[in-house]
C-alpha cells in the first residue's frame, strides 16, 4: 500500500492551529501586528501572544478578527477547538476533560469551591494563584479553565445539576467586586433548563461528601463515571461498584440539599447581602 502523502503541513494541534491561522491571515492581508492593533482597537503585544501561541485570548477578540477579515466563524471554531483541547490541561485531568465533554449528563456536588464549569475569570484566577500557578502557566490555565464553559452552551449541552455546600458561599474573593460578579454568574446559570443549582445548608449536618467533590459523567453509552477531588489530588473512579456506591452517597446528600427554587432565593440573598455591604463600604 504506498504510504499517505501529507495534503497540508498546517499544525493538526489544535492551540498551535488557531495562532497559525492568526499569523496567515494577517501576513497576507498586509499588515502588520501595530497596524492590525491600531484597526482593531486591541494591544499589539496581545495580538503577538496571540499568533505566537501563548495565549488563546477570549471570544470577543476572536470574533473581531473573523469580522476583520471577513471569514465568518472560522476563527471562532478553531478557537472553541483549541480551548476544549485536553492536552492543554495537567495530565491528571486530560481524560477526565475527553469524558466530560462527552457526557449527556453532569451531577456534582462542590464541598469548598464553585465548580469549573460555572467559575468567572476572576474566580478561576484567584482558585488557580493559591494553588501556587503563576505567570504565563497560570494565564494559560485561567483561559483552559474558563473556555470549559463553553460546553454549557452549546447546541446538544450537557444537563448539568450541582449541588453547593453554603460552604462555597460563604469563602468570597479578596476582591469584593470579582465576588458579586461570581454570585451574579451564579443567579444567572441557575436559570437557564440546563443547569440546576441546590444549596446544602450548613445547619444540615455532617453528611458522606463532608470533605470530597465529586462528579458523576453520564455518558451516551448509559455508562456513568465519576471523579472524586480533594485540594490537591483528583481520581477517576470507573469501577461500576464504587461508582455506585459514590452515587448512593451522592442521593443521600441531595436530600438533605434545599430545593433549586429555595436555593435560587438562597443564592440571591447572598448577592444582596454582597451588595449590601459594598454600599456601606462605598
Not at 502588520?32 to 501563548?54: C, H, M, N
Not at 475569570?121 to 473556555?147: P, T
Not at 429555595?262 to 451588595?275: D, P, V, W
Request: glycine share 8%; net charge negative.
Amino acid at each position: 500500500m504506498p504510504q499517505r502523502r501529507t495534503v497540508t503541513s498546517r499544525s493538526q494541534e489544535p492551540r498551535q492551529r488557531f495562532a497559525e491561522e492568526l499569523g496567515r491571515l494577517r501576513e497576507r492581508s498586509g499588515a502588520s501586528l501595530r497596524q492590525l492593533a491600531e484597526v482593531l482597537g486591541w494591544d499589539p503585544s496581545t495580538l503577538a501572544k496571540l499568533e505566537r501561541g501563548q495565549t488563546l485570548g477570549g471570544p470577543e477578540i476572536v470574533q473581531a478578527l473573523d469580522q476583520h477579515y471577513g471569514t465568518g466563524e472560522m476563527l471562532l471554531l478553531l478557537w472553541e477547538l483549541a480551548i476544549a483541547d485536553p492536552t492543554q490541561f495537567k495530565e491528571q485531568y486530560r481524560r477526565y476533560m475527553v469524558l466530560e465533554a462527552e457526557a449527556v449528563n453532569l451531577w456534582h456536588f462542590a464541598v469548598n469551591t464553585v465548580h469549573g464549569l460555572l467559575q468567572t475569570d476572576e474566580y478561576a484566577r484567584e482558585v488557580l494563584e493559591i494553588g501556587g500557578i503563576s505567570g504565563e502557566e497560570l494565564n494559560q490555565q485561567v483561559e483552559a479553565r474558563v473556555g470549559r464553559r463553553a460546553l454549557l452552551m452549546a447546541a446538544g449541552a450537557p444537563r448539568l445539576r450541582i449541588i453547593l455546600s453554603e460552604a462555597v458561599l460563604r469563602m468570597p474573593l479578596r476582591d469584593a467586586k470579582a465576588w458579586r460578579g461570581q454570585l451574579e454568574h451564579l443567579e444567572q446559570s441557575a436559570e437557564r433548563p440546563n443547569i440546576t443549582l441546590q444549596v446544602l445548608p450548613l445547619d444540615a449536618g455532617l453528611h458522606g461528601l463532608v470533605s470530597t467533590d465529586v462528579m458523576f459523567l453520564r455518558l451516551a453509552s448509559g455508562r456513568t463515571v465519576a471523579y472524586t477531588e480533594t485540594a490537591y489530588q483528583g481520581e477517576l473512579v470507573e469501577e461500576n461498584g464504587e461508582v455506585e456506591r459514590l452515587q448512593r452517597v451522592y442521593d443521600s446528600t441531595r436530600d438533605m440539599a434545599l430545593s433549586p427554587a429555595e436555593s435560587r432565593k438562597f443564592i440571591r440573598q447572598t448577592l444582596e447581602e454582597c451588595r449590601a455591604e459594598q454600599a456601606d463600604v462605598a
